[in-house]
């Protein structure tokens, strides 16, 4: 049992690392492109620099609070909460890699503060967006929660629990969206379901 889990652990990490690190070093390359609509109240765009930082930084504070949450469960235990972190996180990783290769220069990092667009914006329904409106975000929740499950460390409840904050960047997002796309957004929101691929 303990092999399984620290063969799962390392591999979530290396999952993880690269669901942070990819988009975030390809932003690099984005990060000039003029800017478009935003909503109201939306926080200044990030610098390439700035969110570089950023990311460092929410690196670092993971690595001080990597401490085990005190727990003590028996091996059943551990191995069910092992593969439903398991089948949590690791999907939840892949839609979030695939809805971010699918939107591609598009992407841009925000928060729950405001969305914005580029000038030249377009509205992405292939890939995961065909199947779903909000991929990426979906993605992070269940990434999150599933790391929860698989690391049990205290650094992970703050993840989890600030990921529930896509939800409201979602709901701003679907607004500046209506706005710039109207018909063509409500005709794809009567097709695409928001968050649960089988409900229309």
């Not at 235990?77 to 996180?89: C, D, I, K, P």
């Not at 839609?95 to 914006?121: I, K, T």
């Amino acid at each position: 049992m303990h092999a399984l889990e620290k063969w799962t652990r390392r591999t979530a990490v290396l999952a993880g690392l690269a669901a942070i690190l990819v988009p975030v070093l390809s932003y690099r390359r984005t990060d000039r492109q003029p800017r478009g609509r935003k909503t109201q109240g939306a926080a200044p765009r990030l610098t390439w620099p700035q969110m570089a930082g950023a990311t460092v930084a929410y690196i670092g504070g993971g690595i001080l609070l990597w401490r085990p949450i005190p727990l003590r469960p028996g091996q059943p235990q551990r191995l069910a909460t092992l593969l439903a972190g398991s089948l949590l996180y690791f999907p939840g990783v892949a839609l979030y890699l695939w809805g971010y290769a699918s939107l591609g220069r598009l992407f841009a990092p925000s928060s729950s503060r405001g969305a914005e667009l580029y000038s030249d914006h377009r509205l992405i329904t292939t890939g995961p967006h065909a199947i779903l409106r909000h991929p990426m975000y979906l993605g992070v929740l269940l990434a999150a929660f599933g790391a929860l499950l698989i690391f049990q460390t205290w650094a992970m409840v703050p993840y989890a629990l600030s990921s529930l904050g896509v939800i409201a960047r979602a709901k701003r997002e679907e607004q500046l969206l209506a706005e710039e796309f109207g018909e063509d957004w409500q005709r794809y929101c009567e097709r695409v379901p928001g968050w649960v691929p089988w409900r229309r």
